[in-house]
């Protein structure tokens, strides 16, 4: 069996809100999910002690660089990511540091700036809804603007497909 992601984080990848505020976001997006045939399974709010990929599992095909528009491959993105989690191939990967140099034409990047074919991220904290269905797939920016209004921080959302 397979889950569906909706993952709600900050634009600001090292940036993390109160529980208070994490709780109340969490039930507003839960609560976007309450609509005639709509459902969710689980939505909550998740810390994250370090900075984490927020990655769309199946979703994630190819990966870019922003500057000469070669594909880079995840082959390499994989890499980059186990050798700076101490050679280790983890489930949650997390980042210290986002710098990067690409291979492709050798510029010096975050890897905030990497174009993925479906969108991922970085983050220490991340509202999480599981499972859902909904007469639109995406969070409207109106709906992500509340989110953001209601944490404190500029949201941004990620789906994937485990």
């Given amino acids: 069996m397979s889950d569906l992601y909706i993952r709600v984080i900050p634009t600001d990848p090292a940036w993390q809100p109160t529980s208070e505020a994490a709780a109340r976001a969490a039930k507003y997006i839960a609560d976007l999910f309450a609509g005639p045939g709509d459902h969710v399974e689980v939505v909550e709010p998740v810390f ?33 990511l186990i050798a700076r989690n101490g050679g280790r191939c983890v489930d949650e990967p997390t980042i210290d540091d986002l710098g990067v140099t690409v291979p492709c034409c050798g510029a010096a990047l975050s890897l905030l700036q990497l174009r993925f074919e479906a969108p991922v991220g970085f983050a220490r904290f991340e509202v999480s809804a599981m499972n859902w269905t909904r007469h639109v797939w995406d969070l409207s920016d109106k709906e992500l603007t509340a989110a953001g209004e209601i944490l404190g921080h500029p949201v941004t959302q990620v789906h994937a497909h485990y």
């Fill in 48 to 80: 994250h002690e370090r900075i984490t990929l927020i990655d769309g599992g199946e979703y994630m095909e190819e990966v870019f660089c922003p500057r000469c528009d070669a594909a880079i491959g995840l082959d390499w993105f994989w890499d980059l």
